[in-house]
C-alpha cells in the first residue's frame, strides 16, 4: 500500500515526466536566490571556539548541519573558487561560522534555492537544517506549514533583531511571528544619464518621480524614436517589476499590511499603472519598448561595458543600488548622477528585496541552524567578508561600492571604514543616496500565495503594457484571480 | 496411443512454458520500472487529483474540487489554446521541412552521412541553451530580423509582441528537427528503387513519383513522427520556460503560456500539486483523444509492406 510520502514523491516524479517533453526537455527552472559568482583569496576572519561548544544562547551546537547553498570546496572553513563556487562574501562568513564551531560538520548542498529540490526534501523528511531563499516568496512556504517559527531560536540564542532593517523583517514576519534571518538588502534609486540629460538641455535634478506631469515632458525630451519604435528610452519606469514603487509614490499599497488582501484594484494603483505606462507608450508600442530595452543597443550588454549609459540609449530609470556596482567596474567613467525616488508629496522612498535565511520545520539540527543564521548575519562577520572584497577590489584595481546587507549596524562599519571616495569613484554618490534611501524603504509582506500573486500582478501589467489592455480592466480581473488565490491558500 | 505419443505435447507444452518464463525475466527489468516509475506514479496522480495535497501536508480527498476548479480557470483555456496553436502550427511545418531534408539527403549519396550528424546536432543541444541562443536570434535587431531585412522585411518583435510570440516559438523548435528527418531518410532509403526504376521508364517525373512511390511507402513512418511530435508539441515546456519564465518577469508571459508550464506552476510555485494533477490527466485524456483520433484517421492512408491495401 502507497503511504503518503511515497504518494507525494510518486507525484513529484509523474509531475516532472509530463513536464518533460519527450526528449528535448532538460533543466530544471526554478525560481533561484540570486547567485554569488566570482572568486578571491579569502581571509578567514573569527576566532575559534571549543568542540561542542554552546552557542550564544547557551545551546549545544555540534552535529551535522546541512546548509542549502553554495560553498564549493570541502571540508570548511575553506578557500573555494572557479565557476558555481561561494563568493568571497558568502564563504567567508560560511568560514566564520566553520572556525567558531570546529565540531560542526558543515555540509553544503552546492545549489541555489530550488522550489521543486527543496520540496521534495522535505517530503522526503531530509530537508536541509538551514535554507537561503527570497525574502518575496517566504510567504507561501509559511503558509503550507514548511518553515520554523524562529520566536524560540531568536529568544535562545539571544538574536537581536533590532539590529537588522526593519523592512527586511516586516518582509520575513507573519502574524507576529519571524520566521527569516535577514541576509542582503536591496534598495532603488534614479540612475541619470548625464550626458543625456544635458543633451536635452535639462539637469539631474529634472528627474523628479514628485511632478509627474513634468517628469512626462522630460520623458518626451529624452527619448528618440523613429515611427512606433525607439532609438533612445527617456524615462524607463521599470514595468511589471517596480509598480509597487509606483503605487507606493502613488499613495497605495497592491498588498494589504498583512499580505491577506490584495488591493490591485485601488484606483490609486489602476492610476499609477495607466501613468508609468504612459511613459512607455510615449516611446511607441510597448512590446517595442521591451523589445529595445532588452535586445537594443546597451541593453544587450546590461552587465558589461558597452551598457545604455555608455551606448546613451537611456536617459533614466530607477534601479537596485547593486547595479552601481556593475557601472562601476565596466564604466567607470561615465558621468552618472542619482536622484531618490519621490513619491507625490516630494517625500523620498524605495522599494526592498533581498534574501533570508529559514530552517524548515522539519530541521534536524536547528539549534545549529539557528546560530549559524545569527553568525553569518553579524556586523563583526558581514565586515570580514567586506573587507576580504574591499581587499581583493582595490588589489586587482576595481571599483568597491560596498556590500548592503539587511544589518545596519554591519551597513555602518562596512559604509563608515571601507567605502570611500577613492573605493566607489564616481559613483561615491550614489552609494551615500543608497544609505539614505535605504532607510525610508518599504517592503512588500508575506503573501501566502507569494509567487501566484506576483504572477498575477506582473501578468497584468505585461497584458497593459504589451498588449494594450486596459489598466482599470486589467487590474480588476488580476485583484480577484489573486484574492482568490490568497484565500485559497490560507 | 504410444507412450512417446503422450509425452510429445508434455514436452512441447513445457517447452513453450519454458520460453514464457524466460520472456518474463528479459521483460523483468521493463517490467519494474514500468510499475515503479510509470503506472505507479499515474495511478497515485489519479488519486492525488482528487485531494487537496501541498507535499509538506498528508494529501486530504475534496473529491471533484480540483476538476470543477479546472472549468472555472480562465488560464486553462488560455495556455490550453496557446498550446493546441503551436502544435498546430508546429507538427504540419515540422513534418514538411523535414521531408523536404529527408529527400535532398537521399540524394546527395556519400555525403549523407555528415549532412545526417549536421541535422541531429542540434537535437542533442541542451534545451535551455537552445532558449537562451534563440532569444537572442530573434530579438528585434537579432538575426532572424536582419535577414528579413535584406529582403526588405521590417521584422516584428518576436519575444515582446503577444501576436509574435508563439510563432516565434514555432522557428525556435524547428530547430530540433533532426530526428523527424533521420527517421524520413530512413524510410525512404528502404523504398525498392526498382519502383522507381519501372516508373521512369513509364514516364512518371519527380513529383509523380514522391507522390505515388515515396509517401505510400514512407507512410508509415510519416504516422510515427506525426503522433510523436503531436504529444511532444503539447508538452513542450523547457525552451519556453527559459525564454519567458525564467526571470519570474517575462515580457510576454500570457502569449507564451503553454499548458505544461502552467502545469509547473501550480504544483512547484504554488504548491497545489492536487490541482497540477488533475491539469495533468485532463492534457493526458486530451492527448489520448487527439492520437485515438489520428489512428483512426491512419487506416486510410497508412500503408504497411505486406498489407492487401
Not at chain 1, 541619470?192 to 506631469?213: C, F, K, P, Q
Not at chain 1, 512588500?444 to 500582478?457: G, H, K
Request: a negative charge.
Amino acid at each position: 500500500m502507497l503511504t503518503r510520502r511515497p504518494l507525494g514523491l510518486a507525484m513529484a516524479l509523474v509531475l516532472s515526466l509530463v513536464v518533460a517533453a519527450c526528449s528535448t526537455s532538460e533543466g530544471t527552472p526554478a525560481a533561484s536566490a540570486p547567485a554569488p559568482g566570482g572568486s578571491a583569496p579569502a581571509a578567514s576572519p573569527g576566532g575559534s571556539a571549543p568542540a561542542g561548544s554552546p552557542g550564544a544562547g547557551g545551546a549545544n551546537i555540534s552535529g551535522d548541519l546541512q546548509v542549502l547553498a553554495r560553498y564549493g570546496c570541502e571540508p570548511a572553513p575553506c578557500e573555494p573558487s572557479g565557476e558555481g563556487a561561494a563568493d568571497e562574501i558568502a564563504y567567508t562568513r560560511y568560514n566564520v561560522f566553520a572556525e567558531q564551531y570546529p565540531d560542526v560538520t558543515l555540509d553544503f548542498t552546492e545549489s541555489d534555492f530550488d522550489a521543486q529540490a527543496f520540496l521534495t526534501s522535505v517530503a522526503a523528511g531530509n530537508p536541509a537544517d538551514v535554507v537561503r531563499m527570497d525574502r518575496a516568496i517566504i510567504g507561501t512556504y509559511v503558509a503550507e506549514g514548511a518553515l520554523e517559527p524562529l520566536d524560540q531560536c531568536i529568544s535562545n540564542m539571544g538574536i537581536d533583531m533590532s539590529q537588522y532593517r526593519q523592512p527586511a523583517v516586516d518582509a520575513v514576519t507573519v502574524d507576529g511571528s519571524v520566521y527569516g534571518i535577514p541576509e542582503f538588502y536591496d534598495s532603488r534609486i534614479i540612475l541619470v544619464n548625464d550626458s543625456v540629460v544635458e543633451g536635452a538641455g535639462l539637469t539631474s535634478a529634472d528627474i523628479d518621480t514628485s511632478d509627474w506631469d513634468k517628469l512626462a515632458q522630460v520623458n518626451e525630451q529624452l527619448l528618440q524614436k523613429e515611427g512606433d519604435t525607439p532609438s533612445r528610452i527617456g524615462f524607463d519606469p521599470k514595468l511589471p517589476e517596480f509598480l509597487p514603487l509606483w503605487a507606493k509614490a502613488n499613495g497605495a499599497d497592491i498588498i494589504s499590511a498583512d499580505g491577506k488582501t490584495s488591493q490591485l484594484e485601488d484606483p490609486k494603483v489602476i492610476e499609477a499603472l495607466t501613468y508609468a505606462n504612459s511613459l512607455i507608450a510615449a516611446h511607441g508600442s510597448g512590446a517595442a519598448f521591451n523589445d529595445f530595452k532588452t535586445n537594443g543597443p546597451g541593453g544587450v550588454d546590461f552587465f558589461g561595458p558597452d551598457n545604455q549609459f555608455k551606448a546613451d540609449t537611456l536617459g533614466a530609470m530607477p534601479m537596485e543600488q547593486w547595479y552601481l556596482n556593475v557601472l562601476a567596474n565596466n564604466t567607470p567613467d561615465e558621468s552618472i548622477s542619482f536622484q531618490p525616488f519621490k513619491d507625490r508629496q516630494g517625500n523620498n522612498i524605495s522599494f526592498s528585496g533581498g534574501s533570508t535565511w529559514v530552517i524548515p520545520a522539519s530541521a534536524d539540527n536547528k539549534d545549529a541552524a539557528c546560530e549559524f543564521m545569527r553568525v553569518v548575519t553579524l556586523p563583526d562577520t558581514w565586515f570580514a567578508a567586506a573587507k576580504v572584497r574591499a581587499d581583493t577590489r582595490a588589489a586587482d584595481g576595481e571599483a568597491f561600492t560596498g556590500v548592503y546587507t539587511g544589518n545596519t549596524l554591519a551597513d555602518e562599519r562596512i559604509f563608515g571604514e571601507l567605502v570611500t571616495e577613492e573605493s566607489a569613484g564616481a559613483y561615491f554618490p550614489g552609494v551615500q543616496l543608497v544609505q539614505e534611501t535605504a532607510d525610508v524603504a518599504f517592503s512588500l509582506p508575506p503573501v501566502p500565495a507569494a509567487e501566484e500573486f506576483q504572477r498575477i500582478w506582473q501578468g497584468a501589467v505585461n497584458a497593459v503594457v504589451n498588449d494594450g489592455a486596459d489598466p482599470t480592466q486589467a487590474l480588476t480581473q488580476a485583484d480577484q484571480e489573486a484574492q482568490d488565490a490568497i484565500d485559497s491558500a490560507q | 496411443m504410444t507412450a512417446a505419443g503422450a509425452t510429445a505435447p508434455n514436452r512441447r507444452r513445457w517447452h513453450v512454458a519454458e520460453e514464457t518464463r524466460w520472456a518474463f525475466i528479459f521483460l523483468l527489468p521493463w517490467i519494474v520500472g514500468f510499475v515503479i516509475f510509470i503506472a505507479g506514479p499515474m495511478l497515485a496522480s489519479l488519486y492525488l487529483s482528487f485531494t487537496d495535497y501541498n507535499v509538506i501536508r498528508a494529501p486530504e480527498l475534496v473529491g471533484l474540487d480540483n476538476y470543477q476548479q479546472l472549468m472555472r480557470d480562465r488560464r486553462i483555456p488560455l495556455s490550453l489554446g496557446n498550446t493546441l496553436f503551436y502544435a498546430l502550427l508546429h507538427v504540419p511545418l515540422l513534418i514538411i521541412i523535414s521531408l523536404f531534408l529527408a529527400s535532398l539527403l537521399v540524394r546527395v549519396g556519400r555525403a549523407a552521412g555528415a549532412f545526417r550528424t549536421a541535422f541531429y546536432l542540434p537535437n542533442v543541444t541542451p534545451a535551455v541553451a537552445v532558449g537562451t541562443l534563440f532569444l537572442l536570434l530573434l530579438a528585434g535587431g537579432g538575426l532572424l530580423n536582419r535577414v528579413l531585412g535584406v529582403f526588405g522585411i521590417d521584422g516584428p518583435t518576436w519575444l515582446t509582441d503577444p501576436t509574435w510570440v508563439k510563432p516565434g516559438i514555432v522557428i525556435m523548435s524547428l530547430w530540433t528537427l533532426g530526428s523527424t528527418v533521420i527517421i524520413l531518410f530512413a524510410a525512404m532509403r528502404n523504398v525498392p528503387v526498382e519502383l522507381y526504376e519501372a516508373a521512369t521508364i513509364d514516364g512518371a517525373g519527380t513529383w509523380k513519383q514522391f507522390r505515388h512511390i515515396t509517401l505510400p511507402f514512407i507512410s508509415g513512418a510519416l504516422f510515427f513522427v506525426l503522433i510523436v511530435n503531436t504529444i511532444a508539441s503539447l508538452q513542450i515546456f523547457a525552451e519556453v520556460y527559459t525564454m519567458f519564465f525564467a526571470s519570474r518577469s517575462g515580457p510576454a508571459q500570457d502569449s507564451a503560456l503553454f499548458y505544461t508550464i502552467y502545469l509547473f506552476q501550480k504544483a512547484f510555485q504554488d504548491l497545489d500539486l492536487g490541482y497540477a494533477s488533475a491539469m495533468a490527466w485532463l492534457l493526458f485524456v486530451i492527448i489520448l483523444i487527439i492520437t485515438a483520433f489520428q489512428v483512426w484517421g491512419s487506416r486510410r492512408f497508412v500503408y504497411y509492406a505486406g498489407d492487401d491495401k
